[in-house]
C-alpha cells in the first residue's frame, strides 16, 4: 500500500486543478464504437488522495511493449474493464467480483472519474487494480502528438490527484493496440507498457449476458486478458457465471498486475 504524504497531496492537488475540460466520451472501445455524448467540464474533487492509492507502473524486463497476455504456464487470467458508465453498474461487478473472491483490473476514463471520483478509492479498496484509459476516451491513435500526451497525461494528473499515483496500467482508447507514438508517449508518462488482451467479450455491442459468456469461456485460458466493460447489464449478468466456471477450470482472476508478478 503507498502513503501518501502531505508534500503528494499538495503537489496532487495543484496537478489535479489544471486538468482540461471534457469533450466527447463514447461508450464501447470499438473502432466505431457505440453513440457519442458530450460531458461535462471535468470538476476536480476537493477530497485529499485516500492512503489507499494505486501503485506505481512498474516495468516487466523481457516483456514487449505492448502486453496482450500473461505467461501460459500459470493457472491464472486478467478481467480487465473500461472503466466509464453507470456507476451503479460499476459497484455491481465490484461487489460481484468480490464475492466469488476475485479481483479486477478497471482502466478508468478520466472524465468518468471526474463525475464519480469516489468510484477510484471504491476501486483500490476492493484490492483491483485501477489504471488509465485516457482522458476522453477519443481515438487516441489518430491524434497529433500533442493531443494524444494531453489524453494521456490529462488521467494521469486526475488518478494523481484522487489516489496519489498514475495507476498501474495504461490501455489506449478507442483500439485493441496503441500505434508506436502512443507507446512513447504512455512510457513518457510513466507507463512502461500498454496494456491489450487477447480475449474481447464484445459486451459492448449489447448481445446478451449468455453471447458475453460463451465469447469469453470459449477463447479464455491460462495468461489470458479478457477486455469486458462498465456500464453494461449483460456484463453483470455474465459474470458470476464467467467466475464460477473459471473456478471450475482452476482458473483464478487475479489483478493484472499479479497475472505478469
Not at 489535479?16 to 470499438?30: D, V
Not at 471520483?117 to 483491483?128: C, M, N
Not at 495507476?167 to 507507446?183: D, Q, Y
Not at 488482451?197 to 465469447?215: C, E, I, M, N, Q
Amino acid at each position: 500500500m503507498v502513503r501518501v504524504t502531505s508534500t503528494d497531496r499538495r503537489t496532487a492537488l495543484r496537478t489535479g486543478a489544471g486538468l482540461l475540460a471534457a469533450g466527447a466520451l463514447t461508450a464501447g472501445c470499438a473502432p466505431n464504437g457505440a453513440v457519442a455524448h458530450t460531458a461535462s467540464s471535468p470538476r476536480p474533487s476537493t477530497d485529499p488522495p485516500t492512503a489507499s492509492a494505486a501503485p506505481a507502473p512498474r516495468g516487466y524486463p523481457g516483456q514487449p511493449a505492448q502486453l496482450t497476455h500473461g505467461p501460459r504456464t500459470h493457472p491464472r487470467v486478467a478481467l480487465t474493464f473500461h472503466g466509464q458508465g453507470d456507476p451503479a453498474i460499476a459497484r455491481s461487478l465490484l461487489t460481484e467480483a468480490e464475492k466469488h473472491g476475485a479481483r479486477i483490473t478497471v482502466l478508468a476514463v478520466g472524465t468518468w472519474l471526474d463525475d464519480h471520483p469516489d468510484l477510484a478509492r471504491r476501486i483500490l479498496d476492493g484490492g483491483h487494480d485501477l489504471g488509465n484509459h485516457t482522458q476522453r476516451h477519443l481515438a487516441v491513435n489518430t491524434m497529433s502528438e500533442a493531443d494524444a500526451r494531453t489524453e494521456i497525461t490529462a488521467c494521469a494528473d486526475r488518478l494523481t490527484h484522487l489516489t496519489g499515483s498514475i495507476g498501474t496500467w495504461f490501455r489506449p482508447s478507442r483500439a485493441p493496440l496503441a500505434s508506436p507514438l502512443v507507446v512513447r508517449l504512455a512510457r513518457g508518462a510513466g507507463y512502461p507498457h500498454v496494456l491489450s488482451y487477447d480475449v474481447d467479450s464484445l459486451d459492448y455491442t449489447r448481445p446478451g449476458a449468455d453471447a458475453v459468456t460463451r465469447k469469453v469461456l470459449d477463447e479464455i485460458r491460462g495468461g489470458s486478458v479478457v477486455s469486458l466493460h462498465f456500464g453494461y447489464p449483460d456484463t453483470v449478468a455474465a459474470l458470476p457465471v464467467v467466475l464460477e466456471e473459471l473456478a471450475h477450470r482452476g482458473l483464478a482472476a487475479v489483478t493484472t498486475t499479479e497475472l505478469f508478478s
